[in-house]
């Protein structure tokens, strides 16, 4: 069974106080992994799709990467409208490869 | 263009009452999902269609849950016999094509559902 693990969950970051995001998983074999932003009382958002072992994508002041175990989302100097809870899913491979498996989230509040 | 609509937003009923949400994907997006998201869990997997092909179901918790999709666009949940266990945000998604590179999917803002 494929398993998303988000830590921590909650960070409380001073503005322009960069940081990092983790997202540990498990699955038999990636297709892809994606971050999403989710607003409160919204529907989440797509931030990156990530599709092997040491690629990268940025966004603003977001930075994704991806291992064989983990990806990271690194904020730097973030800014308080970059509050939000940051969801983390995978995607496998062969199979029932059109769904998403999602960890908790991680909820960010920048304070100004 | 518009995005994903779902209706109603709110919904309180009294247990044991059936309710039906609706989810109105974007023109053109093939593939549709809803997911449940309860408070402090993670999105929840409930049923997945793609164009006419017959629906995964197998995220749906029990058979007190149903869902269809008329004409390959408007997506209706139901819920029967509604159990204070139901209550949760329930989301639609749809994205243009289903597995392959994708895995952006496009939200609607959910319907909030509470079983008193």
């Known amino acids: 069974e494929d398993q998303v693990t988000q830590s921590p969950e909650a960070l409380r970051l001073q503005e322009g106080e960069s940081s990092s995001l983790n997202c540990s998983y498990t699955?038999?074999?990636?297709?892809?992994l994606f971050w999403y932003r989710q607003d409160p009382g919204k529907g989440p958002e797509f931030l990156f799709t990530?599709?092997?072992a040491g690629e990268e994508k940025e966004k603003e002041r977001l930075k994704a990467t991806l291992t064989k175990k983990e990806s990271f989302l690194h904020i730097t100097a973030p800014k308080p409208e970059d509050s939000a809870t940051y969801l983390c899913?995978?995607?496998?491979?062969?199979?029932?490869?059109?769904?998403?498996?999602f960890g908790k989230g991680t909820l960010l509040t920048v304070n100004p | 263009g518009a995005g994903v609509s779902q209706s109603p937003s709110n919904k309180v009923t009294e247990k044991g009452k059936d309710v039906e949400l609706r989810c109105d994907p974007i023109?053109?997006?093939?593939?549709l999902y809803w997911y449940r998201q309860s408070l402090g869990q993670g999105l929840e997997f409930l049923i997945y269609?793609?164009?006419?092909?017959?629906?995964?179901k197998s995220g749906l918790p029990s058979d007190r849950f149903s869902a269809e999709r008329t004409g390959g666009s408007v997506s209706t949940l139901t819920i029967q016999r509604t159990q204070q266990e139901d209550s949760a945000v329930y989301l639609c998604?749809?994205?243009?094509?289903?597995?392959?590179?994708?895995?952006?999917?496009?939200f609607g803002e959910g319907s909030r559902l509470t079983v008193l």
């Open positions: 899913a995978v995607q496998a491979s062969g199979g029932s490869n059109y769904k998403l498996t």
């Open positions: 023109s053109g997006h093939t593939a």
């Open positions: 998604a749809s994205s243009q094509r289903s597995g392959g590179n994708t895995g952006e999917l496009f």
């Open positions: 699955v038999s074999g990636l297709r892809g």
């Open positions: 990530l599709y092997s």
């Open positions: 269609f793609q164009g006419n092909s017959a629906p995964d």
